[in-house]
C-alpha cells in the first residue's frame, strides 16, 4: 500500500516538473543543432578533451541572459522585438531584426543540408531529396500546426539529445584525463586555439535563443489569460509574474544545463575517437558521424547520425520562428504560432520566406561551413548591442514595474554580455 501510494506520488511529481518545462527545454535543445554538434565535434577531433571546461564555464552566462528574455516576455506580454522598440530608436530595432533574419537564414540552410547529409549515410539514396523533404516538411509543420500542439512534438525531440550521451558510452573515454582537462584547463593562445574557443562561446550564446524564448513566454501568458475579464487582466502582470517566476526558473536553467551537457559529451566523444586517432578536421556534423564508424562501431555512428536529424527538425522550426517573432513585432505585425495563417500573414510569410531560402540555399553547392562562418559573424555583431538593450529592458521600471530584475540577474546578465563582447572583438580579430 504505502509502494503504491509512494509511487503514485512520485508520478504526480515528475508530471507537475515536465509541466514545467517548455520554451527554456525547447530552446537550449536547439541551440545544439547541426551547426553546433559540428562545432563541437571540430573542437573535440582537433584539441581532444581541451575544450571540455568551455561548457561549464558559459553555463551560468546562457542561464542568465535567457532568464532576462523570458522574464521581459513573461510580464510584458510581448516578445523581446517589441520591448526592445522602446529602449532603441526603431532603425537600429529594424536592422538588428534584419541581420538575425540573415543569419538564422543561413543557418537553417546549413542545418537542412547536415540533415540531408546524416540521412544518406543511414539509408543510402539522393541527398538531395532529403533535403528537399526535410525543409518542406518543417515549412507544412509550421504552418498548419497550432504551437500548443507542435511543443509536445518538439519537447519529445529533446529526448534525441541523450544519443550523445549514449554515444560517450559506447567508446572507451580515459574519464581521468578528460576530468583533469575539464577542471585544469591547459589554455594555449594561438591563433587556431582562438579560433575554436570563439566558435564555441558564439555557438552556445545566439541571439536567436533570445528571441524565441521571450516570445513563447508572452504567447503562454496570452493562452493562460483567454479566459480572463477585464479587470482581471489589468491585475494579471503581478499575479503571473509571481506564478511563473519558479517555472521560468526551472525550465531555463533545465534547458541551458542539459544544452551544455550534451555539448561537453560531444567533445569528449570525438576527443577519445576522432583526435585520439589523428583525424584533427571536421567540416560537417555528418562528416563527425561518418568519420566515427571505422573507429568507434556502427552503433555509434548510427546514435550520432539519429541526433544530427533530430536536433535539426528542433531546430529549425525554431530559427525561423524566432525570426518571424522578431520581424512580426517589429513592424507591429500579429504573429503568433497559435493564429491560422490567414490571422498572421506577415508573421507565417517571415518563417516560411526563411525557411524555403535556407532550404534553396541547402541545394546549392554553397559550402555549409562558409555558411556557418558567415552566420557566427553576422550573430557576433548583433548579439552585443542587443544584450545592451535587453539589460536595459529588464532593469527598467518602467517597463518591468516592480518585476525589474534582482541586483544578482543583472550581475549575470551583465557578465554575459562582457564575455560575448570579448568573443566578438576576439573572432573579428582572429578572423579578419
Not at 575544450?51 to 510580464?75: D, E, N
Not at 510581448?78 to 533574419?101: I, T, Y
Not at 534525441?160 to 594555449?188: C, D, E, K, M, N
Not at 479587470?231 to 517566476?245: C, E, G, I, Q, V
Request: hydrophobic fraction near 55%.
Amino acid at each position: 500500500m504505502t509502494n503504491a501510494s509512494g509511487n503514485t506520488g512520485n508520478a504526480k511529481t515528475a508530471k507537475r516538473l515536465l509541466r514545467m518545462l517548455g520554451p527554456g527545454l525547447v530552446t537550449g535543445a536547439a541551440d545544439d543543432d547541426p551547426s553546433g554538434i559540428a562545432t563541437y565535434s571540430q573542437g573535440g577531433a582537433q584539441f581532444g578533451y581541451a575544450l571540455g571546461w568551455t561548457m561549464f564555464l558559459t553555463t551560468p552566462f546562457m542561464i542568465a541572459i535567457q532568464l532576462v528574455s523570458a522574464r521581459i516576455g513573461a510580464v510584458t506580454g510581448q516578445g523581446l522585438a517589441a520591448n526592445l522598440d522602446k529602449a532603441m530608436p526603431r532603425s537600429v530595432l529594424h536592422g538588428v531584426v534584419g541581420l538575425l533574419l540573415i543569419a538564422n537564414t543561413l543557418n537553417i540552410a546549413a542545418d537542412i543540408a547536415a540533415m540531408g547529409d546524416a540521412l544518406r549515410l543511414v539509408a543510402g539514396g539522393p541527398m538531395l531529396v532529403y533535403i528537399a523533404l526535410f525543409g518542406i516538411g518543417c515549412v507544412a509543420a509550421e504552418i498548419l500546426i497550432p504551437y500548443h500542439t507542435y511543443s509536445g512534438y518538439l519537447k519529445t525531440l529533446t529526448l534525441v539529445l541523450f544519443a550523445y550521451v549514449a554515444t560517450a558510452f559506447t567508446v572507451r573515454i580515459p574519464w581521468g584525463q578528460v576530468l583533469v582537462a575539464t577542471f585544469i584547463p591547459q589554455l594555449s593562445w594561438n591563433r587556431d586555439f582562438t579560433l575554436m574557443l570563439v566558435a564555441i562561446f558564439g555557438t552556445t550564446i545566439s541571439p536567436y535563443m533570445f528571441f524565441w524564448q521571450a516570445s513563447l513566454e508572452a504567447e503562454g501568458r496570452k493562452l493562460r489569460s483567454k479566459a480572463k475579464d477585464a479587470a482581471a487582466m489589468a491585475a494579471l502582470p503581478n499575479r503571473l509574474a509571481h506564478k511563473d517566476s519558479f517555472r521560468i526558473e526551472i525550465d531555463t536553467i533545465t534547458g541551458m544545463v542539459l544544452s551544455n551537457l550534451i555539448g561537453f559529451f560531444i567533445i569528449v566523444t570525438t576527443g577519445a575517437t576522432l583526435h585520439a586517432h589523428g583525424i584533427a578536421q571536421i567540416d560537417t556534423a555528418a562528416q563527425a558521424a561518418q568519420a566515427l564508424r571505422p573507429l568507434a562501431g556502427p552503433l555509434a555512428f548510427f546514435l550520432f547520425a539519429l541526433g544530427i536529424i533530430g536536433t535539426g527538425l528542433l531546430a529549425v522550426p525554431v530559427l525561423a520562428g524566432s525570426a518571424g517573432y522578431a520581424v512580426a513585432e517589429s513592424f507591429g505585425w500579429e504573429g503568433s504560432l497559435e493564429l491560422p495563417a490567414r490571422g498572421a500573414p506577415g508573421f507565417y510569410l517571415t518563417v516560411a520566406a526563411a525557411t524555403l531560402a535556407g532550404l534553396g540555399a541547402a541545394l546549392t553547392p554553397l559550402d555549409p561551413i562558409r555558411m556557418l562562418f558567415w552566420s557566427a559573424v553576422v550573430n557576433g555583431i548583433v548579439a552585443v548591442p542587443l544584450m545592451v538593450a535587453m539589460m536595459i529592458v529588464v532593469a527598467s521600471y518602467k517597463i518591468m514595474g516592480k518585476f525589474a530584475a534582482s541586483r544578482a540577474l543583472l550581475i549575470g546578465g551583465w557578465g554575459a554580455t562582457a564575455l560575448m563582447a570579448v568573443v566578438v572583438a576576439a573572432m573579428l580579430v582572429t578572423s579578419f
